[in-house]
């Protein structure tokens, strides 16, 4: 991981906090400890080690409230560390019931034990809230330390760890986690003693680590990494090379004849590992091959075949060829992409320039990086990035010079990453600068057109305007939030910006504008519609939210208020009413929402059925005057009555299978509930006349209750093409079993009372177009007869 080093800025802070020290008890912990809102857990540790190492009450014996300083940072710590106490903070503050008395360690503790690994640049400290979201990898494999910092071994292996990490750079990916931080997410991956090394490979999953029990030296830590490499060296001979490889992009070893000057096995393999997506690695063994590549090959052995795409391959010239000097794998690598191409470097007039081309969709997707010092530390991820989003542009944007463009765009951590879409929209990459998650986003972001970063005048003008907009209110750090992201992104694909518009709050830049608006966790998405407003509860993805939004710009659900209520008091005898009587705040309520909207929707192919829905909050007297009492309460006014004169209650579960039968149940229904003697007598019979569509279940079979309401959807469209019936074979087992009925649901057409055919689907179109097309076969067959 790369990473920008803040030790100026907490300097600086560090001067000044002695002068804000003595304020009251409401600072601020992110000001306290001199970070961001939006710091990363490993920030947070590092910022408060450096403070906890300069400010203990060990080093300022001569100051007495040294001790009650101490006590604030280190509380400060441990609240923001944590991402539920940390949520908490953002949201209520240090609220008194959270307070409680802060222990802390001897300053030899945080001087040499605590985070022994926090100010390495190349070792990733993991912790329980993002370690699983590392570790799921598809671009790299990673290799875990588990350690304590009171553990002799754990800092014996420390100077080796490190040694490793730095050999490995850019090969595998080197992380740490502190068991005495993080005691719960070693418990779950059964960490018992320390150090415990886990290798994971790419793509794995939580407990899939591999155990390395080798010795604990860095060449057998490191032949054991590379024994678990699954890229390769290429062997480049005289017949592949001419017919395919040399119309790629390679970096090639010339080592014909046991070449001296040619790096061994060991830097090869790494090389091809850290190039991987970006280039071939290959070595060429066979001396006519490596004097027709290069003349120069026993002195210069290594060499980048760079093909030029604007020439034919057939040409002589049609790639360039470069010596490329080194003698470790580090070394060759700055040389390599000292040789690539740098992505193009703007300011804040191209950056304008390029906005208002994007807005009139004369501008392919730009994917900017934000930075401030070098971008050396990014060359490997800018080099590789053209040849993974072909189709989006790559900027550099240096903060230092472009200060004021950097702050409009609230940037405040380096290299950061965002996207400037068709359409002029800009928004920020707020998961990790690694390779995959970055092309992800680019790709995810620059399709999202119709999602927009908000600041508090954009959010103002949604609300006194007209048009639906679909919000995300988010914090950066929250694991949550960043796995809604993608799916959100993904469902504003689905709405043109006329329809629903989408925007996302950052509630870590624009803390009063979420507390005003009553954000009271994260993430909370709310749907802005003129002036009604409606939380999202549903499920957290990409057809949950499209689901919810449908629904809400064209509900399903009919809204009854003080105003439209009398429709309800007015309801005609043909027509039955179920209502739900709810509050928002109302966790079941909540829960029954979307399972009331797919009600909705599944039963509106009855004409006589109405769903409607009455918010309780918005229409208290209403729901006073109708005695509703609780919440959700959940009313049928049924058919055959007028107006609100007949009234049922609903208790069952609240899912849409149970309330479907149960509003499905108040219908009449043509399905007749048949016995072995009424089967014998309708069915099989002489008498028989009109074929029977028969459904087989058993009361306890959880197939056959979702399958009820469906048959009886079934029997509704057949009406009069068939009749239709159910048999209990619960009730009736030796009847059952004689007539072969071997599982549940089963559903058999009886076209006479011999000539029974099965029906092999439970989909509601398809058993209907089965049984027209059997029952019309048949017909045609007696015609012709």
């Not at 030790?7 to 804000?20: D, G, K, M, P, R």
């Not at 420390?158 to 070693?186: F, H, M, Y």
């Not at 061994?264 to 006519?288: F, P």
């Not at 609300?463 to 750090?477: E, I, K, M, Q, R």
Request: charged content about 25%; proline content about 5%.
């Amino acid at each position: 991981m790369f990473v920008i080093k803040n030790t100026v800025f907490l300097l600086a802070f560090i001067a000044c906090y002695f002068v804000n020290s003595s304020g009251g008890e409401d600072e601020d912990f992110y000001k306290l400890l001199g970070v961001p809102r939006d710091a990363t857990v490993k920030e947070i540790r590092k910022a408060f080690k450096v403070l906890a190492v300069k400010l203990h009450p060990d080093k300022n014996q001569d100051d007495k409230e040294a001790d009650q300083k101490f006590i604030k940072i280190a509380r400060a710590y441990e609240i923001l560390k944590d991402p539920d106490t940390r949520k908490h903070y953002d949201l209520h503050g240090d609220t008194e019931s959270s307070q409680k008395k802060q222990q802390y360690h001897s300053y030899t503790y945080y001087r040499d034990q605590f985070g022994i690994y926090d100010d390495d640049p190349l070792i990733v400290t993991l912790s329980r809230a993002d370690y699983e979201l590392n570790i799921l990898d598809a671009s790299q494999a990673w290799f875990i330390n588990f350690y304590s910092p009171n553990c002799h071994h754990c800092h014996e292996l420390a100077p080796t760890w490190r040694k490793l990490s730095s050999e490995l750079e850019g090969v595998i990916r080197i992380g740490a986690v502190n068991c005495e931080d993080d005691w719960s997410l070693c418990y779950q991956l059964s960490i018992e003693s320390y150090p415990t090394l886990l290798y994971y490979e790419k793509e794995a999953h939580l407990h899939e680590g591999q155990r390395y029990r080798g010795p604990r030296t860095l060449d057998a830590l490191k032949e054991y990494v590379l024994s678990k490499i699954t890229v390769s060296v290429k062997n480049v001979d005289k017949e592949n090379w001419e017919r395919d490889l040399r119309k790629q992009q390679w970096l090639l070893f010339l080592c014909a004849g046991d070449n001296p000057n040619c790096p061994e096995h060991e830097t090869r393999l790494k090389l091809a590992a850290i190039l991987d997506g970006l280039m071939s690695v290959g070595v060429v063994k066979d001396l006519e091959l490596c004097d027709k590549i290069s003349n120069t090959h026993k002195s210069n052995p290594i060499v980048l075949w760079q093909v030029d795409k604007e020439k034919n391959s057939d040409s002589e010239s049609f790639a360039i060829l470069h010596n490329v000097q080194g003698s470790d794998s580090k070394e060759i690598l700055e040389n390599i992409l000292g040789i690539l191409p740098n992505p193009e470097s703007l300011n804040e007039q191209q950056f304008k320039e390029i906005r208002a081309k994007l807005r009139n969709g004369d501008e392919n997707p730009w994917l900017l990086c934000f930075y401030l010092g070098t971008a050396t530390d990014l060359n490997l991820q800018l080099k590789r990035l053209p040849s993974m989003i072909p189709s989006i542009n790559i900027g550099l944007i240096h903060c230092g010079k472009n200060s004021a463009l950097c702050s409009s765009l609230h940037i405040s951590r380096y290299p950061n990453w965002g996207i400037l879409k068709v359409g002029g929209a800009f928004e920020l990459h707020h998961g990790r600068d690694v390779l995959h998650e970055l092309s992800a986003f680019a790709r995810d972001s620059s399709k999202a057109q119709n999602l927009h970063a908000l600041s508090p005048a954009d959010f103002s003008n949604i609300l006194n305007g007209h048009s639906a907009w679909f919000v995300d209110w988010y914090a950066p750090w929250c694991p949550p939030c960043r796995r809604l992201m993608p799916e959100l992104r993904r469902a504003s694909h689905h709405f043109a910006p006329e329809v629903v518009q989408f925007g996302t709050v950052d509630c870590t830049l624009h803390r009063n504008l979420c507390s005003q608006n009553g954000i009271s966790s994260y993430p909370t998405t709310i749907l802005y519609n003129g002036s009604r407003t409606q939380v999202f509860h549903g499920t957290p993805s990409e057809d949950g939210i499209v689901e919810f939004i449908s629904d809400m710009i064209a509900p399903t659900v009919i809204t009854l208020d003080d105003s439209s209520f009398v429709r309800l008091m007015r309801k005609p005898e043909d027509e039955l009413w179920v209502v739900d009587f709810f509050a928002p705040w109302c966790g079941p309520c909540q829960k029954l929402a979307p399972q009331w909207r797919k009600l909705a929707k599944q039963l509106a192919e009855f004409p006589q059925i109405r769903v409607a829905q009455v918010d309780c909050v918005a229409n208290s007297d209403l729901c006073s005057a109708q005695n509703v009492r609780g919440y959700p309460t959940i009313r049928v006014y049924p058919l055959g009555s007028k107006g609100m004169n007949t009234v049922g209650m609903y208790n069952g579960n609240r899912d849409v299978v149970s309330l479907k039968r149960w509003v499905l149940n108040l219908l009449p229904s043509p399905v007749v509930a048949m016995d072995a003697e009424a089967f014998k007598e309708q069915i099989l019979t002489r008498k028989f006349m009109t074929p029977w569509l028969v459904e087989f279940y058993a009361p306890w079979c959880g197939h056959c209750t979702h399958f009820e309401p469906e048959f009886r959807k079934v029997a509704n469209k057949l009406e009069g093409v068939i009749r239709s019936a159910k048999v209990d074979c619960e009730a009736e087992r030796m009847f059952c079993g004689n007539l072969r009925v071997n599982s549940y649901p089963s559903l058999f057409l009886y076209l006479s009372p011999t000539e029974k055919i099965e029906i092999d689907t439970l989909n509601v179109p398809e058993i209907i177009s089965q049984v027209r097309n059997l029952v019309t076969n048949r017909h045609l067959q007696h015609d012709e007869l």
